[in-house]
């Protein structure tokens, strides 16, 4: 397996090759091929805007929705297209029936704009956020335990996340979700990461909900999620969809497609950035299990050259798709964003995470990385100041 070298070099992407790109977790990363593929729409959706939207954007729309179901296993009846996962949780949670002293599951490890919307929701309906620690080092054993014991008669609804966005973690949610599906509790899954870090068979993996994102491992240009429902949803802007006889027979389509003029090619360039990927990384499968390799190596590499050991291990390797957080101490005075803003200004892409047990550093790797890059971070990180943390 091609480690030591990037297996699509930055040649091959719309990334500048002046900067360290470390964090495609958090924004993703555009292929030349996706970038030219999603202009040539837009240059077609510009040059003739009113055919484009009446005649030809649905069947556009249903076709990328169909390369997309099938890469993740999802029925595309039941599937849309959202800008991004922010949105599609805000969707879901919005035809959620909640009422006063019910209890929400969430982590500790959420998404910080999902925890907030939980919050928002629970103070609405007078409801109330249960949320469960997560410890680190992680141990999944112990947290499917501990949401086993979480759950009470006043359960109404668990949101949990398949990769922790501060922390990498992949949740076994296969061990967790029948715990909900077993009293009948929905489950909506905060997948933002997952999509192309895992493979996906979203029937089988059985949550009422699941959204994830586009733009980050599939590649696709950024404005691009999905929402897999697996019951009726209404949109959060009524549109013409309402109508019965307006827009497609599936009036989940009909409905969720469209809510409002908007530019829809991010999402008609889902299915380019999927064969894409698929072919600069010899496929799919081997694109995931290369990039959790490297993710594994570097975060070895990055510890071994800050001088750490196990201690500073905050996962076991089997919990990690393609990402790794690893445990910092910093300088004297410095914040993480501090540290974070000194690193972009120096042309390093790479979050550096304020997290409640102390900071983390995480890293990336995508098919232009390589196992090189972690003692370059390590070496540029000890020139900052930083050293390990035991996790
Ligand atoms: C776990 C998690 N959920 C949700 C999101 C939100 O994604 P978006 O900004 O595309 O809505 C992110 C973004 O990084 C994430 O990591």
Redesign the pocket.
Known sequence: MQLTAPVAPLSHWALSPDVVHLNH???GGCPRAVFDAAAAIRVRLEAAPMRFLVLEWQAELDRARRALAQLIHAPEDQLVFV???????ATALASVSLAADDEIIATSH??R??KNQLVRLADARGARVVTIPIAVPYDPDAFVADVAAAITPRTRLAVL?????PTALCIPLERIIPLFAARGIPVLI????APGQLELDLRKLGATWY?G?N??WLCAP?GT?FLVTTTPLRPLVTSHGASPEYGPPNRLHAELDWMGTYDPTPHLAVPTAIATIDQLGGGWSQTIARNHALAIEMRRRLIDALGGSARHVLAPEASLGSMAAVPIALPAGITPFALQTRLLTDGWEVPVIDFASGPLVRISAHLYNHAGQAEELAHKLRSLGVQLRDA
């Open positions: 977790g958090s924004y800008p991004s996962a922010t949105t599609g949780v959420g998404y704009a999902v996340d398949h990769i922790t966005s905060d997948g933002a990461h959204t994102n733009h980050k950024k999620g």
